[in-house]
């Protein structure tokens, strides 16, 4: 039983390079989430889908792009990577009506 | 909107002591409370879930936490500390059960042999 799997655990990227940190998850769930865990800061939603199709902005949305074309994939885009995207990137699912988030393990991304 | 505050960074209390994190929301609508966990490189594990049913709720490794409408609180306890019980851990809200998560900035707990 997976549940939710993020790649790669660690990256570094250089100022202005591009990347995707994927999320997959084999629950079926309909919700999935990406959030930035930083120092003091707590952990603060990027984006967030509610089902194939359909995302909306979190928090903290600037910089990152995400799609969702299939229930069980959430990626979360970098097109110009900036230092203060230097983060640790959770992504999280769950079900309509169960409160209860899943979370990965989580991504740590430095920008140099 | 919603938020959540964590007063203080980190609480370090003797093995065998009470553990008290304290955890006050704000919300626009009845809020659904979470307290999670984090150990040392690892993502979040729940621990315990107010979802508008009894005030007082029990989770995992002996914590529980009550929700407290009037004081828009719903603080952490375990009576006895163990070793195991260092991690961080995250108070959250969410505007019902759409998993849209606001987080606390967290607590770091050390636990004294």
């Known amino acids: 039983n997976a549940g939710v799997t993020q790649t790669p655990k660690f990256q570094v990227l250089k100022t202005g390079q591009s990347m995707t940190l994927q999320c997959a998850q084999d629950?079926?769930?309909?919700?999935m989430s990406w959030y930035r865990q930083d120092p003091g800061m707590g952990l603060r939603l990027i984006h967030y889908?509610?089902?194939?199709?359909?995302?909306d902005q979190g928090e903290v949305p600037n910089g990152y792009n995400v799609s969702r074309s299939t229930t069980e994939d959430f990626p979360l885009r970098l097109l110009s990577a900036a230092p203060s995207q230097t983060s640790v990137y959770f992504c999280?699912?769950?079900?309509?009506?169960?409160?209860?988030?899943?979370f990965g393990q989580g991504t740590r991304l430095t920008v140099v | 909107a919603q938020s959540v505050t964590q007063l203080g960074s980190h609480v370090s209390v003797s093995e065998g002591a009470l553990v008290l994190l304290r955890c006050n929301y704000s919300?626009?609508?009845?809020?659904?409370l979470f307290w999670y966990v984090q150990y040392p490189n690892q993502g979040l594990q729940l621990l315990l879930k107010?979802?508008?049913?009894?005030?007082l709720v029990k989770g995992i490794n002996g914590f529980e936490a009550e929700f407290k409408k009037s004081e828009t609180s719903f603080h952490l306890t375990k009576p006895s500390a163990h070793m195991s019980d260092a991690a961080e851990y995250f108070c959250?809200?969410?505007?019902?059960?759409?998993?849209?998560?606001?987080f606390g900035k967290g607590i770091t707990l050390s636990v004294r042999p």
């Open positions: 919300s626009s609508v009845p809020p659904y």
């Open positions: 999280a699912s769950s079900t309509p009506g169960n409160t209860e988030a899943f």
């Open positions: 959250a809200v969410s505007p019902g059960a759409n998993s849209k998560l606001t």
């Open positions: 629950m079926n769930h309909e919700y």
């Open positions: 889908s509610v089902g194939a199709g359909i995302t």
């Open positions: 107010y979802t508008s049913a009894a005030t």
